[in-house]
Structures are given as C-alpha cells and as structure tokens.
C-alpha cells in the first residue's frame, strides 16, 4: 500500500455539472466550500480544442481559493496549430497555479504531441504545475506500451510533473488498473501518478483505491460521483476509505463538510424535480 497522503483533484464545476445546471452565485458558492473542504486542487475552467475551433468554459472566474490550488484544463482534441496557439492563450489568462494537459494516446497526432509539450514548456517555464491526463491510458497501453513510455518521457522532459492514468470508457477493473499504475511507477519513478475513470462499470471508486494501492497519489473525480453517462470517482466516497485507512490529506471534520456540500448541490440540481 502506498504510504503517501494522496490529494483529491475535484472537476465538479467542470466535468461534474452541465454548464446551467447551476447559477454562477452557486458555482462560485460550491467553490469556496470545496476550498473549505480542504480538497486540494480543483478545476475552475476549460479550454476544448475541437473540430478547428477552441471552446473556453470559466467555471469559477475570478475564485481566489485559500487552501486549494486552482486548476485550467486544456482539452488537445485538435491537431491544428492554431487551436494550440488560443488554449495556450486561454491558460495563459486564466494564471491558476495549475495547469491540465489532457488528449488521448490512441492515433495521436504528430501535431498534437507537438502542441502538448509546446504548451507544457511553456506552463512549466512560468512557474506552474503542469498536469497530463492520458484519457484513454488503460485502453491503449497493454498494445502501445513503447509508444506511450516515449511520450510520457517527452512530456516529463518539457516539464509535466503529474501523470494521470484515464479510462474514459469506464471499462478497466481493479487488477488491470493496479497492474498498469505499477508499470508506469516503475519507469517513471520520480512523477507524481494520478487516476482519473468514468464509472461505466461501476468499479471507478474501487479502482481509486487500486491506483493509490500501486502509488497513485492524485485522485481526480466529483461530488457525488456526477459527471456525463455514469459520472466519475465520488471524491468523498474515496477520501473516506483513504482517511480509514489514514492516506488521505482530509480530516473527519473535512470530510463532514465535503459529505454536507454533496448533499447541498444534490439538493440545488434536484429539489426543483420534487416539489
């Protein structure tokens, strides 16, 4: 088992809700007590490079968290130079302390690997932690193994300090997750490991668990689980079954206030349904 305390990377405001599902007092109201939850990183923009044009979303604008680390999430679903050029802008603006690269493996553009580590220089070059997420790491590893070992080298040569291992089919169970952490710890020792999975087949909390047991020490999911199709890892659920077991950076008195705002935004999303 992993001795590391492992942090919690929260997207509630971005992958967990629809854009209107909430009012902008909520959001930034949701924000500030994700912040007071102690959850350590959480994503307050998106930046979507897709189909030759780059979609900016600002969760959050203008949130100052007091514990947390503010993240922007540069999504890489486009191979032409000039989407690269206005998501590196769009981080830019954005200035939080933290920044997530995220594309899939499979068929990867020559163009993209170049915007990725372009980006990633520059991020890490002003100062700020740069992320990557693999979305589809567990699919496409077992066949690519060296192609991806190279990228990652890439990538943790121009500056990224944290490799989030994505399925975002939601297919991977606990022992291919393990395994696949495992594998990435052993080469690259020295990078922070992160796990981020749609809950396609139910096992999402269950594989957090298998990640940080084989050295993950960055758990990414939301509230309650809520995201498109399945949702995601349920960030309190995780931190709960971490704390037990005395892994987690939350308190008990975190965790009652994080399980407390779950609560409260199923409330916001729902209670219009039942009255």
Partial sequence: ????????????????????????????????Q???SHVDFIEVGTALAQNGHVERFHAAEGF?????????????????ASSARAV?????????????LSARLQALPEATRQSLLQIARTMHRQGRLVMFKALDFFQVYPAKAQAVWDLF???WEAGVQVFTLGDERGRSLPWEVATGTYEVRR?????ELGFWMANVNACADDNALSA??????????????????QGYTDLACVGAALWRQRQATFTSQDLE????WSERLHTWLYAPLSS
């Fill in 1 to 32: 088992m992993n001795s590391k305390r492992v942090r919690f990377y929260d997207a509630t405001l971005t992958e967990g809700l629809a854009r209107n599902e909430l009012t902008t007092a909520q959001r930034q109201e949701l924000a500030r």
């Fill in 34 to 36: 994700l912040d007071a």
């Fill in 64 to 80: 100052q968290p007091q514990y947390a680390l503010a993240a922007f999430h540069i999504q890489l679903r486009d191979a032409k």
């Fill in 88 to 100: 590196l802008k769009a981080a830019q603006q954005a200035q939080t302390p933290v920044v997530m």
């Fill in 153 to 155: 080298s890439l990538l």
């Fill in 187 to 191: 080469r690259f020792p020295q990078a």
């Fill in 212 to 229: 940080v047991g084989q050295g993950a020490t960055v758990v990414h999911g939301t509230l309650h689980g809520y995201g498109q199709g």
């Fill in 257 to 260: 206030h994080l399980w407390e």
